[in-house]
């Protein structure tokens, strides 16, 4: 396929990757290549990590962060340092050409950093991850989950976004202004998450381990951290059925939307009809600042959960 300048040789486009709905490694680049107007903006200033299943999803994944030394010299690359030493150069989405390269791959999720290339060490998008009980969990429950998360956000004056995750959950984001660290910001994330749970005791869980949480909503907030990765907005998930990773309405969340009401075959349309629910998110970025002072003495005004103690 050309692209400009750039050409990318597609393999094996007929390789089924979705072995339930058929779906084939080409549907798969016909997919990112139909939504790349709207996906390339929300990639092209982070580093992503590859999620690739050259096998199809009912065979075993691997995660590759490193761009390895076959792909293309002309596709973007990031160099992130590690924490313990070394580094690796993440791919960077910039056009279409990377997009289809990878799909190539058989790259079926990108997960993108939550920090922008040109700093790494002050994340611009602050998540919450609500993830429902594993057993028997009821979709409109977390629904109002992520409206009362909305609110309890809209209290501190900062606005939220939010996506299905195409598995179970949704993703809540904060716009932010670049000047907190990962520190200050999974600290922020973390206080939230408590005041909800000291709201409702019943019904939400910071407990890490699954044994603990019974049939509560877990909030995670550890995604605020460096070096971790969040699925990027209309991301295909490596489940049956291609499910997408889909940017959503707070309209759509109140009238109870299921994580997985959109696929790979359906988004397409979705996108001409209503457009990008998260176009313009950024123009909407917020400091923490005094926001901490305002979330410490709401903290403050509730009684402390009980696994707060545990």
């Not at 998540?127 to 409109?140: C, K, M, T, Y």
Request: overall charge neutral; charged content about 25%; glycine content about 6%.
């Amino acid at each position: 396929m050309k692209f400009g300048r750039y050409e990318v040789e597609i393999t094996n486009r007929d390789k089924i990757l979705f072995p339930e709905s058929g779906l084939t490694k080409g549907d798969l680049i016909d997919y990112y290549l139909a939504v790349a107007e709207t996906l390339i903006p929300h990639m092209a200033h982070y580093g992503m990590s590859m999620q690739r299943f050259p096998d199809g999803i009912d065979e075993e994944g691997f995660y590759q962060k490193d761009a390895a030394d076959y792909f293309p010299d002309w596709l973007t690359t990031v160099r992130i340092p590690k924490r313990q030493g070394g580094s690796f150069a993440a791919p960077v989405v910039t056009c279409r050409a990377t997009l289809a390269y990878l799909a190539n791959q058989a790259v079926v999720t990108p997960h993108l950093y939550l920090a922008r290339s040109d700093d790494l060490e002050h994340p611009d998008r602050m998540i919450f991850d609500l993830d429902p009980p594993a057993v028997n969990g009821n979709p409109e429950d977390v629904c109002r989950a992520a409206l009362a998360l909305r609110d309890l956000l809209a209290e501190l004056d900062l606005n939220s976004w939010v996506q299905t995750t195409g598995s179970k959950g949704f993703h809540l984001v904060v716009p932010l202004v670049r000047c907190a660290d990962f520190d200050e910001v999974r600290a922020f994330a973390g206080a939230a998450a408590r005041l909800m749970v000291r709201r409702h005791p019943q019904r939400y869980t910071q407990a890490q381990r699954k044994r603990k949480r019974g049939q509560r909503i877990f909030i995670d907030t550890q995604r605020n951290t460096y070096g971790a990765t969040a699925v990027c907005p209309y991301g295909v998930r490596a489940r049956a059925g291609a499910p997408v990773a889909t940017p959503v309405t707070w309209q759509e969340v109140e009238a109870s939307v299921s994580p997985r009401a959109w696929r790979l075959q359906t988004i397409p349309r979705r996108l001409q009809e209503i457009g990008d629910p998260w176009a313009g998110l950024h123009r909407h970025a917020r400091q923490l600042g005094g926001r901490k002072e305002i979330l410490e003495t709401l903290l403050g005004n509730e009684k402390p959960a009980d696994e707060e103690s545990s």
